[in-house]
Protein backbone atom coordinates (compact mmCIF):
# COMPACT_ATOMS: atom_id res chain seq x y z
CA UNK A 1 0.00 0.00 0.00
CA UNK A 2 1.07 3.59 -0.50
CA UNK A 3 0.44 6.89 1.54
CA UNK A 4 -1.79 8.99 -0.26
CA UNK A 5 -0.97 12.97 -0.66
CA UNK A 6 -2.72 15.81 -1.55
CA UNK A 7 -1.73 15.97 -4.72
CA UNK A 8 -2.78 12.25 -5.20
CA UNK A 9 -5.74 11.50 -8.27
CA UNK A 10 -9.11 10.78 -7.05
CA UNK A 11 -9.72 7.17 -5.44
CA UNK A 12 -10.99 4.71 -7.68
CA UNK A 13 -14.67 4.27 -6.19
CA UNK A 14 -15.74 0.86 -6.02
CA UNK A 15 -19.47 -0.98 -5.91
CA UNK A 16 -19.06 -4.62 -4.35
CA UNK A 17 -22.10 -7.12 -5.55
CA UNK A 18 -21.95 -10.47 -4.34
CA UNK A 19 -24.85 -12.55 -2.28
CA UNK A 20 -22.35 -13.89 0.56
CA UNK A 21 -22.06 -11.46 3.37
CA UNK A 22 -18.73 -12.74 4.29
CA UNK A 23 -17.27 -12.72 0.42
CA UNK A 24 -18.75 -8.73 0.35
CA UNK A 25 -16.91 -8.16 3.67
CA UNK A 26 -13.91 -9.11 2.84
CA UNK A 27 -13.33 -7.93 -0.47
CA UNK A 28 -14.43 -3.97 0.93
CA UNK A 29 -11.97 -4.63 4.06
CA UNK A 30 -9.20 -5.20 1.54
CA UNK A 31 -10.12 -2.56 -0.85
CA UNK A 32 -10.57 -0.16 1.85
CA UNK A 33 -7.23 -0.54 2.89
CA UNK A 34 -5.70 0.68 -0.62
CA UNK A 35 -4.74 4.61 -0.38
CA UNK A 36 -6.30 4.42 -3.88
CA UNK A 37 -9.42 2.79 -3.49
CA UNK A 38 -12.78 3.10 -1.42
CA UNK A 39 -15.83 1.18 -1.32
CA UNK A 40 -19.04 3.25 -1.85
CA UNK A 41 -21.16 0.42 -1.60
CA UNK A 42 -22.30 -3.20 -1.18
CA UNK A 43 -25.43 -4.62 -2.89
CA UNK A 44 -26.37 -8.20 -2.59
CA UNK A 45 -28.05 -8.78 -5.28
CA UNK A 46 -28.39 -8.17 -8.83
CA UNK A 47 -31.58 -5.70 -8.53
CA UNK A 48 -29.46 -3.56 -5.68
CA UNK A 49 -26.92 -3.58 -7.72
CA UNK A 50 -27.89 -1.99 -10.50
CA UNK A 51 -30.20 0.62 -8.10
CA UNK A 52 -27.04 1.34 -5.94
CA UNK A 53 -24.82 1.46 -9.36
CA UNK A 54 -27.28 4.25 -11.00
CA UNK A 55 -27.01 6.07 -7.36
CA UNK A 56 -23.48 5.99 -6.67
CA UNK A 57 -22.19 5.91 -10.41
CA UNK A 58 -19.05 4.05 -9.15
CA UNK A 59 -15.95 3.69 -11.49
CA UNK A 60 -15.82 -0.24 -11.26
CA UNK A 61 -18.29 -2.53 -10.27
CA UNK A 62 -17.28 -6.18 -8.69
CA UNK A 63 -19.89 -8.64 -10.17
CA UNK A 64 -20.43 -12.01 -9.43
CA UNK A 65 -22.16 -13.85 -11.90
CA UNK A 66 -25.23 -16.14 -9.56
CA UNK A 67 -26.98 -13.97 -7.31
CA UNK A 68 -30.63 -13.70 -7.07
CA UNK A 69 -33.40 -11.35 -8.02
CA UNK A 70 -31.37 -10.87 -10.96
CA UNK A 71 -27.80 -12.66 -12.00
CA UNK A 72 -24.54 -10.72 -12.73
CA UNK A 73 -24.83 -10.84 -16.56
CA UNK A 74 -28.24 -8.85 -16.65
CA UNK A 75 -27.26 -6.19 -13.71
CA UNK A 76 -23.83 -6.20 -15.91
CA UNK A 77 -26.09 -5.51 -19.02
CA UNK A 78 -28.03 -2.70 -17.27
CA UNK A 79 -25.12 -0.84 -15.39
CA UNK A 80 -22.84 -1.23 -19.14
CA UNK A 81 -26.02 0.34 -21.12
CA UNK A 82 -26.66 3.20 -18.28
CA UNK A 83 -23.81 4.10 -17.09
CA UNK A 84 -20.98 3.77 -19.61
CA UNK A 85 -18.27 5.14 -17.74
CA UNK A 86 -18.41 2.53 -15.51
CA UNK A 87 -16.32 -0.48 -15.70
CA UNK A 88 -18.11 -3.91 -14.14
CA UNK A 89 -15.28 -6.69 -13.14
CA UNK A 90 -17.32 -10.49 -13.31
CA UNK A 91 -16.03 -12.83 -10.15
CA UNK A 92 -17.07 -16.30 -11.71
CA UNK A 93 -16.44 -20.04 -10.43
CA UNK A 94 -15.28 -22.40 -12.45
CA UNK A 95 -18.49 -24.14 -13.38
CA UNK A 96 -20.01 -20.22 -14.93
CA UNK A 97 -18.83 -21.60 -18.46
CA UNK A 98 -21.95 -20.03 -20.40
CA UNK A 99 -22.89 -17.33 -18.41
CA UNK A 100 -19.46 -16.07 -18.30
CA UNK A 101 -19.66 -16.35 -22.40
CA UNK A 102 -22.84 -14.06 -22.23
CA UNK A 103 -21.55 -11.63 -19.36
CA UNK A 104 -18.64 -10.52 -22.43
CA UNK A 105 -21.81 -9.29 -24.46
CA UNK A 106 -23.20 -7.94 -21.57
CA UNK A 107 -20.55 -5.52 -21.42
CA UNK A 108 -18.35 -6.52 -18.60
CA UNK A 109 -14.59 -5.38 -18.60
CA UNK A 110 -12.55 -8.20 -16.79
CA UNK A 111 -13.40 -11.69 -15.64
CA UNK A 112 -11.85 -13.22 -12.66
CA UNK A 113 -11.92 -16.35 -10.57
CA UNK A 114 -12.66 -16.18 -7.23
CA UNK A 115 -10.01 -18.20 -6.22
CA UNK A 116 -7.63 -15.12 -7.35
CA UNK A 117 -5.15 -13.54 -5.10
CA UNK A 118 -5.35 -10.63 -3.96
CA UNK A 119 -2.34 -8.61 -5.92
CA UNK A 120 -4.43 -10.04 -8.92
CA UNK A 121 -7.50 -8.47 -7.63
CA UNK A 122 -6.21 -5.61 -6.58
CA UNK A 123 -4.54 -4.83 -10.37
CA UNK A 124 -7.39 -5.96 -11.97
CA UNK A 125 -9.24 -3.03 -10.19
CA UNK A 126 -6.66 -0.83 -11.32
CA UNK A 127 -6.80 -2.09 -15.08
CA UNK A 128 -10.07 -1.92 -15.48
CA UNK A 129 -10.00 1.32 -14.10
CA UNK A 130 -8.22 2.49 -16.66
CA UNK A 131 -10.04 1.47 -19.57
CA UNK A 132 -8.57 -2.23 -19.80
CA UNK A 133 -9.56 -5.85 -19.97
CA UNK A 134 -8.40 -8.78 -18.28
CA UNK A 135 -9.33 -12.17 -18.82
CA UNK A 136 -7.56 -15.23 -16.86
CA UNK A 137 -6.52 -18.29 -19.28
CA UNK A 138 -9.30 -20.65 -17.67
CA UNK A 139 -11.92 -17.75 -18.12
CA UNK A 140 -10.46 -17.42 -22.08
CA UNK A 141 -10.41 -21.35 -22.46
CA UNK A 142 -14.51 -21.27 -21.21
CA UNK A 143 -15.29 -19.03 -23.95
CA UNK A 144 -13.94 -20.72 -26.74
CA UNK A 145 -15.58 -23.90 -25.78
CA UNK A 146 -18.52 -21.75 -25.73
CA UNK A 147 -17.63 -20.42 -29.46
CA UNK A 148 -17.16 -24.25 -30.31
CA UNK A 149 -20.60 -25.01 -29.30
CA UNK A 150 -22.42 -22.56 -30.58
CA UNK A 151 -20.74 -22.98 -34.07
CA UNK A 152 -23.03 -24.25 -37.01
CA UNK A 153 -22.41 -28.56 -37.29
CA UNK A 154 -19.88 -28.17 -39.96
CA UNK A 155 -18.10 -24.84 -39.19
CA UNK A 156 -15.33 -27.52 -38.26
CA UNK A 157 -15.05 -28.47 -41.94
CA UNK A 158 -15.92 -25.47 -43.74
CA UNK A 159 -13.19 -22.50 -44.66
CA UNK A 160 -16.08 -19.84 -44.41
CA UNK A 161 -17.38 -20.75 -40.61
CA UNK A 162 -15.71 -18.04 -39.17
CA UNK A 163 -18.08 -15.70 -36.92
CA UNK A 164 -19.22 -12.65 -39.52
CA UNK A 165 -17.68 -10.55 -37.21
CA UNK A 166 -14.61 -11.77 -36.70
CA UNK A 167 -13.93 -11.32 -41.09
CA UNK A 168 -15.91 -7.54 -40.93
CA UNK A 169 -12.12 -6.38 -41.78
CA UNK A 170 -8.93 -7.14 -43.00
CA UNK A 171 -6.48 -6.21 -40.05
CA UNK A 172 -2.51 -5.40 -41.36
CA UNK A 173 0.20 -7.24 -39.83
CA UNK A 174 1.27 -4.62 -36.86
CA UNK A 175 -2.61 -4.95 -36.03
CA UNK A 176 -2.78 -8.01 -36.20
CA UNK A 177 0.43 -8.62 -33.81
CA UNK A 178 -1.44 -5.56 -31.37
CA UNK A 179 -4.47 -7.69 -31.28
CA UNK A 180 -2.41 -10.70 -30.00
CA UNK A 181 -0.70 -8.50 -27.19
CA UNK A 182 -4.83 -7.70 -26.07
CA UNK A 183 -5.49 -10.85 -25.90
CA UNK A 184 -2.47 -11.84 -23.56
CA UNK A 185 -3.96 -9.16 -21.57
CA UNK A 186 -1.44 -6.08 -22.29
CA UNK A 187 -2.22 -2.56 -21.38
CA UNK A 188 -1.16 0.25 -24.39
CA UNK A 189 1.89 0.83 -22.53
CA UNK A 190 2.84 -2.59 -22.93
CA UNK A 191 2.05 -2.62 -25.95
CA UNK A 192 3.58 0.05 -27.12
CA UNK A 193 6.56 -1.00 -25.35
CA UNK A 194 6.53 -4.47 -27.04
CA UNK A 195 6.59 -3.16 -30.67
CA UNK A 196 8.30 0.69 -29.90
CA UNK A 197 5.70 2.97 -30.49
CA UNK A 198 4.26 5.61 -28.59
CA UNK A 199 1.08 4.75 -26.08
CA UNK A 200 -1.19 7.16 -28.19
CA UNK A 201 -0.21 5.61 -31.61
CA UNK A 202 -0.75 2.18 -29.84
CA UNK A 203 -4.35 4.05 -28.70
CA UNK A 204 -5.12 4.59 -32.48
CA UNK A 205 -4.80 1.27 -33.60
CA UNK A 206 -6.59 -0.42 -30.54
CA UNK A 207 -9.76 2.07 -31.62
CA UNK A 208 -9.40 0.99 -35.63
CA UNK A 209 -9.17 -2.64 -34.94
CA UNK A 210 -12.42 -2.27 -32.70
CA UNK A 211 -14.05 -0.14 -35.64
CA UNK A 212 -13.15 -3.05 -37.42
CA UNK A 213 -14.02 -6.17 -35.67
CA UNK A 214 -17.34 -4.25 -34.07
CA UNK A 215 -16.43 -4.67 -31.02
CA UNK A 216 -17.57 -2.99 -27.97
CA UNK A 217 -14.97 -3.68 -25.22
CA UNK A 218 -11.15 -4.85 -25.22
CA UNK A 219 -12.44 -8.17 -23.68
CA UNK A 220 -14.63 -8.96 -26.88
CA UNK A 221 -11.43 -8.00 -29.13
CA UNK A 222 -9.68 -10.55 -26.83
CA UNK A 223 -12.09 -13.49 -27.44
CA UNK A 224 -12.03 -12.48 -31.31
CA UNK A 225 -8.23 -13.16 -30.98
CA UNK A 226 -8.22 -16.56 -29.33
CA UNK A 227 -11.15 -17.54 -32.36
CA UNK A 228 -8.86 -16.09 -35.63
CA UNK A 229 -5.94 -18.60 -33.53
CA UNK A 230 -7.77 -21.57 -33.93
CA UNK A 231 -9.22 -20.64 -36.88
CA UNK A 232 -5.55 -20.33 -38.70
Request: hydrophobic share 45%.
Amino acid sequence: MTAASPDASPRIRVLVADDQALVRRGMTLMLSLEADMEVVGQACDGVEAVEMARQLQPDVVLMDLHMPRKGGVAATREIALALPRTHVLVLTTLDADETVFEAIRAGAHAYLLKDASEEELLETVRAVHRGESRMTPQIARKVMDQFRRLAPPDAASSPHAAAPEIMAGPLSDKEEKILQLIAEGKSNRQIAQAIFLAEGTVKNYVSRIMEKLHANTRTELAVMSLRRQRGN
